[in-house]
């Protein structure tokens, strides 16, 4: 329906629009996994497979449930999907690298309840895409997805090191670092323009 | 061990002391994206209010119905339909909140939140204190998000609820109704909770 | 979501408490979905229409009543029926007289943040267009969203000339926009300072409309005539 070339959407999706830093879906995974570099690009990379299937999970749903005049049905259907996901890759991962998937820990099924995946299926079908945006569109959020996270983890593995009162340590200096990243990241505006 | 508590105890835990937001850190996200007027915040947590209460109703009710593989499914379904409903709901009030609420209406579903006290609380407990529970926490969490609705909107458009504050000599403080913003104002405000339950002498959040 | 290793594995419960549990809170959530739907569809659809003709009465400034047209594969405008798909609309806004003044038309385009929508009023009597409305917009808030609110700005969709060229085919003149204070044609926007592109877009996003939809609803006036206004 929008005539937004790909590299414009795949631009949108990763920079000028991250999903963390700019939409603020994905906050509880970005806070709380990234504080290892190695876990972070991991998980991102687990968020960015979940993105693709569930993005070409919930154009196929909306399809059909524009066919059969049931939009209240949306919201059901895309988590059950997202649900579903996440359960293969976690069995997934569990037989083929056991270490990751201890590694992961409980950060694994909490990537249902990871906004930016169910965020990702709103998205798109409120904007229209057709399959192929959808894609791109879901790639390029994952990869955004990933580099935020992987920036905030290689920022905080440094900062473990530096002097910082008790009061700000944490979540509380997490969350200044995103803001400082987030204004970063606003400079990438007019990108696409 | 557990010592008995009262009512009274279930409600005011979520107000202060196991604050969702200010102390759990739980559902980040609508907090953080639909903070920056005091209008919008409030309608947020308010629709995030009623499906906390419902949910906690609903699963408390049938928490010995709902077999134990089966159960985060379930509880996924009661919260689905419930935040399904609340979005007709604010659609049939006001398109405009709609509008300015967005997706984030239909994010509700994956707050960690509400799983959490349903999975935590409401599935143990009878249906009065899950009730009492979730209204605790879901007033925690307005208050949270007014709190920051209201200084982002305040510092940002030097107004409140759509009220200007300030003659026309204030510089608005853009910055602060940007995504930076929220990030800013939110850790503020964590900065406080930890600064004051240090004084307590409790331990600081993590 | 997986499953720790449960201490007595024996209370495994029968697939049958299990299905039961899953389809009849399913259907249970169903049915109430279902209801809440059916009783809220009236005020939403009213919610909308009334948002709609408001939006077309700002842009349309003399319309005192509107009709929804589609364009269809013939190239041809034929009131919209429901059920029909919902796109390529035009809203046609007649006076108290039942008289064609113009007509309303949405248009999309990419901004400096993200896409802008706009809908905007054409004229035909003036040939131009005579109203603009932001419907959405995420531009930088005391920059880029000047665009909604910045009366000088504004003022260049008062009459925005779109007079077809000789052919007919498209505008004679395609809308662009200048620098702030270089405004020298009836088809320029004047920018707004520090509100480069933002304004670009919002120009760009006119001209490509307009030169789509002016040459179409020109040469098929009557097609909006012919239908009985309410």
Known sequence: MTDDSLWTIFLNATLINNFVLAYFLGICPFLGVSAKLETASRMGAAVTFVMLVSSSCAYAIHKLLTAIDAPYLQLISFIAVIASTVQLVEMFIKKVSPALFRALGIFLPLITTNCAILGLALFQTNKGYNFVQCIVYALGAGIGFTIALVLMAGLREKLELAQVPDVVRGTALALMLAGLLSMAFMGFAGLGG | ?206 | MSDLPILGATERPSAWKMLRAMVGIGLLCGLFIVAVYQTTLPAIERNKAEALQRAIFQVLPDAKSSMTFRLDGNGRFALLIDGEAEDRLVYAGYDHERELIGLAVEARGMGYQDVITVIYGYSFAADAIVGIRVLASKETPGLGDRIETDETFLKNFEKLDVTLAEDRSAPANPIEAVKHGRKEHPWQVDGITGATISSVAIADILRDSSAFWVPRIRARLDDFRQEEAP
């Not at chain 2, 937001?21 to 005091?38: D, E, K, R, W, Y």
């Not at chain 2, 409030?42 to 928490?63: C, D, I, P, Y």
């Not at chain 2, 399904?84 to 909140?97: F, G, K, N, R």
């Open chain 2, 1 to 206: 061990m557990k010592q008995p508590t009262t009512g009274t105890d279930e409600f005011v835990k979520g107000l202060w002391k196991e604050n969702p937001v200010f102390i759990q850190v739980l559902g980040m996200c609508p907090v953080l994206a639909v903070s920056n007027t005091a209008r919008n915040a409030l309608a947020m947590g308010l629709a995030t209010l009623f499906v906390l209460v419902m949910s906690n109703t609903v699963v408390s009710l049938l928490r010995n119905f709902i077999p134990k593989q089966v159960r985060i499914a379930t509880y996924i379904l009661i919260i689905a339909t419930f935040v399904t409903v609340v979005e007709y709901v604010i659609q049939a009030i006001s398109l405009e909140l709609h509008k300015a609420l967005g997706a984030f209406i239909s994010l509700i579903v994956v707050n960690c939140l509400i799983l959490g006290r349903a999975e935590a609380f409401a599935s143990k407990n009878t249906l009065g204190r899950s009730i009492l529970d979730g209204l605790g926490m879901g007033l925690g969490f307005v208050l949270a998000l007014f709190c920051l609705g209201a200084v982002r909107e305040v510092l940002g458009s030097g107004s409140l609820f759509g009220l200007s504050l300030f003659h026309d000599g204030f510089q608005n403080w853009v910055v602060m109704i940007l995504p930076s913003g929220g990030f800013f104002t939110l850790a503020g405000w964590l900065l406080l909770f930890n600064w004051l339950k240090q004084r307590r002498g409790g331990e600081v959040a993590g």
